[in-house]
């Protein structure tokens, strides 16, 4: 891959997620979903990381002032929330934040 394709974003990302089993990324419509085997559980888009959420979980991406995962201007917004900036670059944050999200994906 030449330097001007690397997504160093994506790269950030699959590398402070490096301890989820079995995680991939999927090109997904210009955008990347991040899979933990078999459970779709997050979103790459626009170099932004968003979490699967529920009525519960969402409240703490809130708390942050993160907003839900909207593809176009016209869609209701969908159950994955921003990842707020402080989280994505704590390691151990980020990993229990993205447990939480797979625990969340695997009830639906």
């Given amino acids: 891959m030449s330097a001007s394709k690397r ?7 699959i590398d402070q997620l490096s301890d989820i089993n079995g995680l991939r990324p999927k090109p997904m419509f210009g955008a990347h979903g991040l899979y933990a085997g078999v459970v779709f559980f997050g979103i790459i888009n626009n170099k932004r990381l968003y979490f699967r959420t529920n009525e519960v979980t969402s409240v703490e991406y809130e708390r942050y002032g993160m907003k839900a995962f909207k593809p176009m201007k016209d869609k209701r917004p969908m159950r994955y929330h921003e990842v707020p900036a402080e989280i994505l670059d704590n390691r151990e944050s980020l990993l229990e934040w993205a447990r939480t999200a797979i625990a969340v994906a695997k009830k639906v």
Avoid at 7 to 13: A, G, I, K, P, Q
């Fill in 7 to 13: 997504d160093t974003f994506l790269e950030y990302v």
